[in-house]
């Protein structure tokens, strides 16, 4: 029997992305969110969702770029943190040692030690009642090559990035595939 958990947003695992902006002054800033995924294939497009009250929010609509880094297992410890402080009255770079690089597509930095970046131009904002979602168009994908396959594409086992589960606020790793997308359904 199935029980009713009421309309909460409690997805067993979402994401776990570090956005970056510059602010007005040209501060290089990032911050942890889990609202975001993939929503078009052609142009390429990714969206976060961010509440109004965030310091990247407002870096966002004024410069209209942001870049997602996927961090990996190992630096858990720094997304968290992220997450935790305003970009309004903290450094972040300086705070965990970590090196902002500026995009060369896009009006916005990314972390030099995080192995996946995905640089975006926004194309459409759009406003959910707490969030609004930004819809950036893929400008670039850059990668570490450690963290590729033979076919230049990102291994997820290699990548090792973080996800979060709403339900029980924790973090956790990517476990071992089960089967081969479009191929295992077919054995039905």
């Known amino acids: 029997m199935k029980i009713s958990l009421g309309a909460e947003t409690i997805v067993p695992t979402t994401p776990v992305w570090v956005v970056g ?8 800033n990032v911050m942890t969110a889990a609202w ?4 078009c294939s052609q142009p390429p497009c990714i969206y976060v969702s961010l509440r109004k009250a965030t310091y ?17 297992e ?9 997450g935790i402080t305003s970009g309004k009255t903290v450094d972040k770079f300086s705070a965990t040692g970590l090196t902002p690089v500026k995009s060369d597509l896009v ?3 990314y972390v030099k030690e995080f192995p996946l970046i995905i640089e975006c131009k926004v194309i459409q904002i759009v406003k959910i009642g707490l969030h ?13 090559s450690l963290v590729l396959n033979e076919k230049n594409l990102p291994d997820i086992e290699k990548v090792k990035p973080i996800l979060w589960n709403p339900a029980q606020m924790t973090y956790h ?8 997308t479009f191929s295992i359904g077919k054995k039905i």
Not at 21 to 28: A, I, Q, S, V
Not at 56 to 72: A, H, L
Not at 74 to 82: G, I, M, P
């Open 36 to 39: 975001g995924g993939i929503c």
């Open 21 to 28: 902006t510059y602010d007005r002054e040209g501060k290089p």
């Open 74 to 82: 190992t630096h858990a410890k720094e997304a968290d943190y992220f």
């Open 173 to 180: 790793k990517v476990g071992k595939p089960i089967g081969k």
């Open 107 to 109: 009006d916005a930095p």
């Open 132 to 144: 609004t979602e930004f819809i950036g168009e893929v400008m670039d994908v850059k990668a570490d």
């Open 56 to 72: 990247t929010y407002r870096n966002i609509m004024e410069r209209k770029s942001f870049t997602v880094k996927i961090p990996s």
